[in-house]
């Protein structure tokens, strides 16, 4: 489950609350950190998101739950933190118009596809050097991705906490079956580490690609600072 598909009325309100209060302040923040932007990036933003929405819309049954690939991971490096946000928000609206989700998980949604969009980013410029795009973005995919699924089943797992009678929705029911039982670590896991590899694989060949015809397209990590001892005289 790469995002949350529960209809409205069954999450606490005090947690889509909390969700929604931060999607407006990352909106926020990235309509200030976007003001100056061209409509060139504005299109290559847009094509990023239809793609990104396109990918979420195929649910693919794992373990008995339904897994979206996100491109989270790729969207986050290309876009960087201020447009990934405003892909994230669009998509995940886009979604809940298609029946995909309650207009209540919006903001839940919108936050985790943001935190692994970011954390992608984070971890690419600092392996892109040693490891070249292609593996850079596969690694960074990966770990955003698993940290996210990670997100969304403490989030179920609070929902539950804070409103027991949540475990009626079917899709926080199989997940909290799977974490009850014991069977998280003997099928879910491995299920889903399937599933990651595929979007990492992707990234991979993305990465990859991109790096050998449209490198401009890719960040580039920051030069390293010499200490000032080590700066030769002029």
């Known amino acids: 489950m790469s995002h949350l598909h529960i ?3 069954i999450l606490p309100p005090v947690l889509w609350l909390v969700g929604l209060l931060l999607m407006l302040l990352l909106t926020g923040l990235s309509v200030a950190a976007t003001r ?3 409509p060139q990036q504005i299109a290559y933003q847009s094509a990023l998101g239809g793609l990104m929405l396109a990918v979420m ?9 339904h897994y979206c690939m996100t491109l ?3 969207i986050g490096v290309l876009l960087g933190w201020a447009s990934a946000v405003q892909v994230s928000i669009v998509v995940t609206v886009i979604l809940a118009l298609l029946g995909q989700g309650g207009f209540t998980v ?22 892109a050097t040693a490891l ?9 995919t990966a770990i955003s991705q698993l940290l996210s699924s990670a997100a969304w089943v ?3 797992a609070a929902a539950v906490r804070l409103r027991p009678a949540a475990i009626l929705n079917h899709d926080v029911h199989d997940m909290m079956q799977f974490v009850q039982l014991s069977l998280l670590a003997t099928l879910l896991l ?3 580490a399937a599933a990651v590899a595929v979007e990492a694989l992707l990234a991979y060949g993305l990465g990859g690609f991109l790096g050998r015809v449209r490198p401009d397209l890719l960040p580039q990590p920051a030069p390293e600072r010499l200490p000032s001892s080590e700066i030769p005289s002029t």
Request: aromatic content about 6%.
């Open 132 to 140: 070249g795009p292609g593996r850079a973005m596969a690694i960074a």
């Open 72 to 74: 989270a991971g790729p």
């Open 36 to 38: 100056r932007t061209g």
């Open 7 to 9: 209809p409205d009325g």
């Open 57 to 65: 819309a195929l649910p693919v049954p794992v373990a008995g739950l």
């Open 154 to 156: 403490a989030i179920l």
């Open 190 to 192: 491995p299920s889903l």
């Open 106 to 127: 919006i903001g839940l949604n919108a936050v985790v596809l943001t935190f692994g969009a970011v954390l992608a980013r984070w971890i690419y410029l600092r392996l």
